[in-house]
């Protein structure tokens, strides 16, 4: 969506192909069939997700982003930390609510510090180190891995220590806690997720793409003549003169099958990728059970709460909405949906004892096996390129090389970064990055 709107704007004559009868790939929402609420698994941006933030306001949808500053984990017994920032300049501005924070100890904070500053530059550009070896090389304690390093660790890179490099989890430590207020706050999508960007192919249609669902492509040969030639699922055939497969790296392997040398190199690839799950649980109550919008739950399965009755600003007589997001879910891959409901629903008073009053009214389980692909330690150097080998013919994805994790800035980057080489420059589409502020205008790189 984001290389149709960019080339679309550019003037070229582009046509989207989406085999789903929806827009958004992964970041989709679909009406459960039988339980009648259109449910998605909630997506989360930060301020540093430009891209994102760009595609989504340029299309007119800038509002549907529910914008918050401060961020609540809570302990099992409802004790709350709360982190947000203060007047103090950046890298400074958590300082007094981490401080504060009764979720961690005088010495956790100290060796938290301690690690952040290895972060106050940036973070590496070479990805071989895990984030296992680096908490042990920091000295970590125990309740500030548990209380504060994994909670954001796996919540934002969906996977171990041991399967996320320091470079990607540093970034994500660099841009939340130390660059800016503004590049840590959190933005939530405040409507179902296809909903949320169903304006964006408007947008990309109003300048002249055409956007075809429940089109499959099914094969693509070069046409010997400088051009393409995509086969649809009903088999159509189309000619274009440039090719550009945002599928994710199994299907854009397949489809390159039989051309170059890219082929191979992109079967390997795919084979480097290491998908991870994510399981989330849907209740539906028939009152409020808590006032805040969202919570990170420490010391349990459930990484995260989300109030979506409230962020997407329901009457009250509709009751209250719950999404409790389980990332890294590989444990939850094996169970059924009702053991995942009942181990829920077992933990949730521990942190919402309001919840035992409730009455719970409809529930669902959604689980996710390739929600993501995992950061593992040396992945950058099977990254792929968005320009390929053969002319006119180029992939993007959140897979591909853009220095950014599994995500929808990742694949937004991708889409913009392909949409580039497609006209020759490849930077033209891209965003700028948000400038550091206070004091990290000296200290960061
Ligand atoms: C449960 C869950 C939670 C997540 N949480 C977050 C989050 O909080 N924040 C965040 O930023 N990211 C999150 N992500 C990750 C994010 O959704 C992905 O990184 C992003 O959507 C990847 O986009 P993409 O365009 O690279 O790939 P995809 O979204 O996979 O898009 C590929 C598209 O290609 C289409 N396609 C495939 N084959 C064909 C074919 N033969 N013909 C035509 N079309 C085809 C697919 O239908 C799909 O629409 C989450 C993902 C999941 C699943």
Redesign the pocket.
Known sequence: MAATAALAEAGLAVTL????PY?????YSYEHPTIGEVID?????LGC?TNVIDLITLAGAGDWLRWYDALTFLEPGGRASVLQPSVLPAPLHQTMSFLRAPMLSARDKVGIARGLMEFLRGYPADDTESFATWLKRTGQTERAVRHFWEPVVVGALNDGFERCSVKYAGKVFHESFLRSAEAGRLGIPARPLSEFFAPVAAWAESKGAEVRLK????ALRSDGDGGWCVRLGNGEQIRMRAVLL???QR?AVR?MDGFKAEAAVEREVAAEVVPAP?T?VHLWYDREVTALDHAVLLDTRIQWMFQKSKIRRWAAERGTYLELVISASSAELGMGREAILAAALEELPLFFPEVREARLVKSSVLK?AR??FSVVPGFDRWRAEQRTESKGLYV????TRTEWP??????VR??RLAAGEVVGDRGRFMSAELPASGLMRWLGR
């Not at 089109?215 to 099914?218: E, F, G, L, R």
């Open positions: 192909l989406e085999w789903r827009l958004g790939g992964r970041a698994s909630q997506h989360v941006i997700c089109t499959k492509v099914d945002a599928t994710d299907v489809l994510i989330t996710e929600a993501t993007a994805g959140d897979w599994s995500t929808m800035e990742g694949a991708s889409g």
